[in-house]
């Protein structure tokens, strides 16, 4: 798969939108990437799933994957179908009921993980995982995410000793193709 694939099939999903926009952090924008749009669409699933599979692939070692809930679920299941490895659900919050886990799966003291997202804009939502993960025990140096708006993420989780992975930048997204 090409850079140029993921970009044609986010395209065709309607996943990108222009206008004004509101983000969730609270500043606006000119343009939306609708993460239920694509991941939502079976084609985009195939793509990202083959993508982070491959970036997965190039560790030596085992590693959990995680996916930030709700928006990067899909992602994950996805994915952990695609190479055969485990993941869990890192909550924004923990539960009130039930078990009242914030991390949702089996996931064992000192087990590396990777964390998958669907959008990077801030890094906050991202380094909130990562913290959950880490405060249960795993060892969380890496975040794949689909698309990376480039507002300040990467720059976040780099001071918190986390590399941020990008299938997509918003410049290349963007870039008349």
Partial sequence: MTDQDLIDALRAADAVKFGEFELSHGGTSDYYVDKYLFETD??????????????????????????VALGAVPLVAVTSAETGRPYV??????KEYGTGNRIEGRLGEGDRVVVLEDIATT?????????????A????????????????????LADHGIELEALLTATELLADG
């Avoid at 084609?43 to 030596?60: Q, W």
């Avoid at 890094?123 to 990562?130: E, F, R």
């Avoid at 969380?140 to 976040?156: H, K, M, N, P």
């Fill in 42 to 67: 079976p084609e985009c699933l195939r793509l990202i799933a083959s993508a982070f599979a491959d970036r997965v692939g190039e560790l030596n070692d085992e590693v959990t994957l995680a996916g």
């Fill in 89 to 94: 659900i890192a909550r924004k919050q923990a």
């Fill in 123 to 135: 890094g906050k939502s991202a380094l909130d995982a990562v913290g959950a993960l880490r405060e």
């Fill in 137 to 156: 025990g795993a060892t969380v140096d890496r975040v794949l995410v689909v698309v990376d708006r480039e507002e300040g993420a990467s720059e976040l």
